[in-house]
């Protein structure tokens, strides 16, 4: 799920407002390249370094200005880190459009590798590979991170914010139902059909505030469904996505939905927005919630004293559907992507605080522990990495994700390994699946068809196998 | 002034000495118009002009917004016609047409007929009817989005009063409901401007045409069939035109409410062509949708203005 549409709340940005930022950084950018031309020009680092950033209003906002641009400006005397904090929701559009009139600032966040791939193709991002040697990145970051930001074995981009899907549960009504967590689909199922029996919604969900967020749910059912395997030998192009195994997954969803399982019934599915059914799941008229691991920087919000509820709340991995599919699976996915503008004056000092910002891994999981999701360094994390600040269910969830894929057993979010047409196709088409104007195998062989052809354009990322 | 209007009379009669000056003069002042209009002339070659030809130039092209673009003649427009989202999408806004000149526009009628008819407090109400308008979309829709939620509206409110008939009425999650939903809410802001046009024209209606018909025996329908739409006729025509150019390019409260869904049930052409531009990145694509359209828009406009000279009272 791309960060800007996890944080779920929408703040267009008026077109005064992209004028005046986009001449804030146009203003940046011309400064430092007068200031570097003045110095000899060259990409040296010590000039001003601008970025634009997707991080929320609040405490990630609040985070970065108080720690990491301080902490990144003193361990870089005389780089000045100028920072513009966009909509995360219009943020692609923002740089598309600056990108393209020539302009932008010298770190660019995208909404995932598939994303980044159309800017690589228009040779808008620096190469960073002579940065990789210079920060050991090939030694501290994880290995499939950095072969995601890869294009024809050259790097152009660093994923950051490293999320996955997971099942959370109120764990205050499991307890006083006597309820476990599900480990298979029958479980699952019986879980499903007794708390329905009992007026509770079985599981939370609605995506009135942003319907793109229906794609968390083919993303579910593919994975621990169809399971990896099945995906990965899709997303390389040896099975179509018509493919029965994609088929009946979508059924399976779509029976879901029908049962009413997901936010109490179709319709309410449709219009339930985020806040409406954290609430609902944070008071206990709602079990369970399919959500990103984003979810954790706001469960806080929904349970506990604060929220005018004694509930508390857990999480635990989504349960394979079917015989073959890994217990402990995690589909990978990536909030953003960092890279650099290929019209940047200071490529120096960019890469020098992408390497400030992600590679550290102490300083990385400081700030993870600070604020939960928003800065999620690809880094090979264990146990003892998080300082005892962080909450115990964030901590469990980032260690077993990192071993987890550390053992292949991953899959793939469509956000992050299909590319940009295709994710539109699941995210679009699949609710006339679910209002009956489309079969499920009408939908999977539209999306064949949409991903055939943009595969042989170039335009899927490196498909790491799963067990590799 | 009256000097140089001489000066110009001199100056048109041909092989007067007075004719070389009187040209300068014509000159000067034409320069001087010109000088004046070139700043207003070029912002508008800036933000209109431009961005106007660069768009008629991709819609001619496949381009996904950044990069080189790719010259593909009328394939774009071909394409439209056999998009049956973009059919489903028209028909839509031909809906909400429908809907917009028939709902606001009875109920501003009906609204400022009532209010001509009152002196005491019809501040208060015009003041009233006026606040959605200046209200931003966004707000309203949340507003609304909250009064028609299913589990914490209007109807749970309603069933625990005992009336039960709105009791998880999903108004936005609806395929059946989605667009119609969305168009009232849209309604709610827009109608109470209508009620002020209306006033507005209203009192300048002759009130002795009132007296007149009152004493020929007409009743409240007849004066306001006989002389009321008569004699707001312009106003009339305007709202019409503004409502049918509007519904064809609405947008705010479509995108803002339900972002044309469920499963395209609100879609219109402006959240498709949105869609299309920033979300599949078909931005060639969405620069025809967006010029279709323009020449919807245009050719309504060009009608009015033909049936006018034919000596309609339009």
């Known amino acids: ?468 | 002034m009256e000097v140089n209007e001489q000066t110009l009379r001199s100056a048109a009669r041909p092989g007067s000495k007075d004719a070389s000056a009187g040209r300068a003069l014509r000159r000067r002042r034409l320069l001087s118009a010109w000088l004046f209009m070139l700043p207003l002339l070029a912002v508008n070659v800036l933000v209109i002009l431009g961005p106007s030809v660069a768009t008629v130039y991709y819609s001619f092209t496949e381009w996904s917004g950044i990069g080189p673009a790719e010259w593909v003649g009328l394939q774009n427009y071909t394409d439209i016609l056999s998009d049956g989202d973009f059919w489903s999408a028209l028909s839509h806004n031909l809906l909400w047409t429908v809907i917009f000149l028939t709902v606001p526009i009875g109920m501003g009628l009906g609204g400022a007929f009532m209010l001509s008819q009152i002196t005491r407090f019809q501040m208060i109400f015009r003041v009233l009817f006026f606040i959605p308008y200046v209200m931003a979309s966004v707000v309203n829709a949340a507003i609304w989005q909250n009064i028609l939620d299913p589990d914490r509206g209007i109807g749970s409110t309603l069933a625990l009063l005992g009336i039960p008939w709105l009791e998880g009425v999903s108004f936005f999650g609806s395929q059946a409901l989605a667009l119609p939903a969305v168009a009232f809410v849209d309604n709610w802001h827009w109608w109470g401007f209508v009620v002020l046009l209306f006033l507005t024209a209203l009192q300048s209606v002759d009130k002795e045409l009132y007296e007149a018909a009152k004493m020929d025996g007409a009743g409240r329908w007849q004066q306001f069939v006989n002389v009321t739409i008569p004699g707001i006729r312009a106003t009339l025509v305007f709202v019409v035109l503004m409502t049918i150019i509007g519904s064809l390019l609405v947008f705010d409260y479509i995108y803002i409410i339900t972002q044309g869904g469920p499963a395209g049930a609100s879609e219109v052409v402006g959240t498709l062509m949105y869609k299309e531009a920033f979300a599949r990145f078909e931005a060639g694509y969405a620069a025809a949708l967006g010029l279709g359209m323009s020449f919807l828009s245009g050719l309504i406009v060009m009608i009015f203005i033909y049936l006018r000279r034919k000596g309609w009272e339009v």
């Open chain 1, 1 to 468: 799920m791309p960060f800007e549409r996890m944080l779920m709340m929408q703040r267009p940005l008026s077109r005064r407002q992209f004028i005046v930022r986009g001449g804030k950084a146009a203003l940046g950018a011309g400064i430092a390249g007068s200031v570097l031309a003045g110095c000899g020009g060259g990409s040296s680092a010590g000039g001003p370094v601008t970025m634009w950033s997707n991080l929320e209003p609040g405490d990630p906002q609040d985070f970065f200005k108080q720690n990491i641009e301080p902490g990144f400006e003193k361990a870089n005397q005389g780089t000045k880190l100028d920072v513009t904090f966009q909509p995360p929701a219009e943020i692609d559009r923002l740089v598309r459009t600056a990108l393209q009139g020539g302009e932008g600032p010298d770190i660019i966040p995208t909404p995932g590798p598939a994303y980044a791939a159309e800017y690589v193709d228009a040779n808008l991002f620096a190469e960073l590979d002579e940065y990789v040697n210079q920060y050991s990145w090939d030694d501290k970051l994880l290995g499939w991170a950095l072969d995601l930001g890869r294009s024809d074995d050259k790097l152009y981009t660093i994923p950051y914010q490293l999320q996955t899907m997971i099942l959370y549960f109120n764990s205050t009504l499991f307890e006083e139902m006597g309820l476990q967590p599900p480990k298979s689909r029958d479980e699952l199922e019986g879980l499903a059909e007794e708390l329905n029996g009992q007026g509770i919604v079985p599981f939370a969900a609605g995506i009135g505030d942003e319907p793109a967020a229906v794609e968390w749910f083919p993303t579910v059912f593919w994975n621990h469904f169809s399971g990896p395997q099945a995906l990965y030998e899709a997303l390389t192009g040896e099975t179509p996505f018509s493919d029965a195994v994609f088929v009946d997954a979508i059924e399976l969803f779509n029976d879901y939905v029908q049962r009413g399982w997901f936010g109490g019934s179709r319709e309410k599915f449709f219009s339930n927005g985020f806040d409406a059914l954290h609430a609902d799941f944070g008071d206990g008229k709602a079990a369970m919630n399919i959500e990103g691991s984003w979810f954790m920087a706001s469960a806080v919000d929904f349970f506990g004293q604060g929220a005018g509820n004694e509930n508390d709340w857990d999480w635990a991995p989504l349960p394979p559907m079917q015989s073959g599919v890994p217990q402990e699976m995690y589909a990978l996915g990536i909030g953003s992507t960092i890279s650099v503008n290929a019209r940047s004056a200071n490529t120096d000092g960019a890469a020098s605080f992408i390497d400030y910002l992600v590679a550290d891994k102490k300083r990385a999981a400081e700030y993870m522990a600070a604020v939960p999701s928003a800065f999620n360094a690809p880094l090979p994390f264990e146990e003892g990495d998080f300082p005892g600040s962080m909450d115990e269910r964030v901590r469990r969830q980032l260690v077993s994700l990192s071993q987890a894929t550390g053992n292949g057993n991953f899959g793939y979010t469509n956000w992050t390994f299909w590319p940009s047409k295709s994710t539109v196709y699941i995210q679009e088409e699949i609710q006339k699946v679910l209002t009956g104007d489309m079969t499920a195998a009408e939908y999977c062989e539209g999306l064949a068809g949409v991903f055939t052809e943009e595969r042989k354009e170039g335009l899927v990322p490196k498909i790491i196998e799963p067990g590799a």
